[in-house]
């Protein structure tokens, strides 16, 4: 569909153009030429009479935002990443530590975190 608004009388594989392209040329126009090609695009739909007035009376914005795949730190986490550096640290100065729970952190986050999704389905 998107094609076709661009002249393309069948569907190509290939975007029209570079994707940077439009980027670059956003920039070299400036915020003041992208606000004088919406005020002239708003013009051209006025004058040929595509929108109605009322339709400026209200704004409405569209604030979808694509989700992300971010991890958030909890505080288990940062309390293992801790952990691991005091202990590499511990190792680099040469001070031997009686445990330093390598094996056992990995057993105990996955305890924590059944205990946690234990306690989300009591409450519900």
Not at 17 to 35: C, D, F, H, M, Q
Not at 52 to 76: G, L, N, R
Request: proline share 4%.
């Amino acid at each position: 569909m998107g094609q076709h608004f661009c002249g393309e009388t069948y569907f190509q594989h290939e975007p029209p153009i570079n994707p940077s392209s439009l980027t670059r040329w956003r920039k070299r126009i400036g915020e003041a030429g992208v606000e004088r090609l919406l005020s002239e695009s708003i013009d051209a739909a006025r004058r040929g009479k595509v929108v109605k007035e009322k339709s400026f009376e209200k704004v409405i914005v569209d604030t979808t935002v694509m989700e992300k795949a971010i991890a958030y730190p909890t505080d288990s986490q940062l309390l293992e990443k801790g952990r691991q550096h005091l202990v590499k640290l511990a190792t680099s100065l040469g001070i031997t530590l009686r445990q330093n729970y390598n094996r056992e952190a990995p057993r105990l986050a996955t305890q924590v975190a059944r205990y946690a999704h234990a306690m989300l389905w009591c409450r519900s």
